[in-house]
């Protein structure tokens, strides 16, 4: 995973088994930068009090009422292009 700040929102992007993922950057809980967290299959784990993410819906496991923004995300020509639409 790794940060990135396109127009200065904070975006995690993270790649699993060849796809893709773009999400806000900052943990729902308590802000914490989640490019620091681990991945667990699709998973991404805070690294500050381990609430977990689905990277492709950005739903919190433990409560889908809470989770986070999901940008659509691709690579071309070398580049990787999020929509922040
Ligand atoms: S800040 Fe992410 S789990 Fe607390």
Do not use: Q
């Amino acid at each position: 995973m790794t940060a990135v700040y396109p127009l200065g929102l904070n975006i995690v992007l993270a790649r699993v088994d060849g796809a893709l993922y773009a999400l806000a950057g900052a943990c729902a809980h308590m802000g914490c930068p989640l490019y620091m967290g681990t991945l667990d299959g699709f998973s991404l784990v805070c690294p500050c009090h381990d609430w977990r993410f689905d990277i492709r819906t950005g739903r919190f496991r433990a409560s889908h009422e809470l989770g986070l923004r999901t940008y659509p995300v691709k690579a071309e020509n070398g580049k990787i292009l999020v929509n922040l639409a």
